[in-house]
């Protein structure tokens, strides 16, 4: 498809005031009082549309690749709305992940802005917030796709991919706490249990399956041609994170890095626990998740000196090399297009932020 990023953004804003009344109405109908329904506003326009909105923008343009559209002018007025809505509902569901691990993880700020539950009046009330916003998601496929032949499968599909991501996370928890270093626990297995379940399945996987269920291209095996690449995509994207983290120019990728500080399970300190010596070891044992930075420069001095980021660019060759091959091999007689798939690796192949 021919898009403009911006506009393409702006197009999809226009459909979350719709999502705001919609769900908001269900609040009324129930005979709910106008200073909870303000909140619950409050709590949908704060959390949900200030991202980059990728994985929402993405429904919308897998599906128009599958019906084979050069521009949303191509899509008729229904298509598009329904299309953006299953799109905000992958949103909500973002949103109801990161309010909840702002809280797990004690994070200040996200997004720019103070975390939900550090705002003065939300505090504990973010837990059941971060529940209502999941519950916004049931709400729309009902009232939107209940009389759809593809309702049961995609309520199934967000299901189990909220339950896979939440697993995801209950391993990084209980293996890298911020208070509690313990580096006996990493291992690249681990973590890449951790980015598949905690990232790959509901940011690269999830859009692309919404998109083909619409579409009427949801055969099984077509599905599984999606998965296959789509999750080795979303492994890749994750590791690069983990790599621009720790190597990344604070210019390009807008932040400063804080995964050695953090604790964080990530594929720079599990590749250098795979090959370093005795020594080495003992200085990651001492230095690695502590609130110092002249400690966290031991850290990334000794991933320098072990040549991580050498080890990362053929990790990213290797990686696209089997992804493209994939891609190539993609059966398209049932209406799936491999576009979809080269569109994602497109978006990361090479990013600096």
Known sequence: MKIDKKQSREKFLTVFPQIVKETTDVLKSYGMPQDAIEWY?????????????????SVVDTYGILKGYET??????????????????????????????????????????TCWYKVEEVQEIAVNDAFMLEGAIYILLKKYFSKKPYYVKVMELFHDVTFKTECGQLLDLITAPEDKVDLAKFSLNKQMF??????????????????????????????????????PLGQYFQIQDDYLDCFGKPEDIGKIGTDIQDNKCSWVVNTALEI??????????????????????????????????????????????????????????????????????????????
């Open 41 to 57: 506003t409050k709590n949908l326009n704060y959390n949900t549309p200030s991202g980059k909105l990728n994985r929402g923008l």
């Open 72 to 113: 949303y002018d191509d899509f008729s007025e229904d298509e598009y709305k329904l299309s953006a809505i299953l799109g905000w509902c992958i949103e909500l569901l973002q949103a109801y992940f990161l309010v909840a691990d702002d809280i797990m993880d004690k994070s200040l700020t996200r997004r720019g802005h």
């Open 194 to 231: 951790i980015i598949t379940y905690k990232t790959a399945f509901y940011s690269f996987y999830l859009p692309v399956a919404l998109a083909m269920h619409m579409a009427g291209v949801d055969d099984e095996s077509d599905l599984k041609q999606a998965s296959d690449v789509l999750i």
């Open 276 to 353: 370093c010596n005795a020594e080495q070891r003992k200085l990651l044992d001492e230095n690695y998740g502590r609130k110092d930075p002249v400690k966290e420069k031991k850290c990334k001095d000794l991933f320098i000196a072990l040549k991580i980021d050498d080890r990362f660019h053929q990790y990213e060759e290797d990686i696209v090399s089997k992804i493209r091959k994939n891609i190539s091999n993609i059966d398209e007689t049932r209406g799936f297009k491999k576009q979809t798939l080269t569109a994602f690796l497109d978006k990361i192949y090479k990013r600096k932020k």
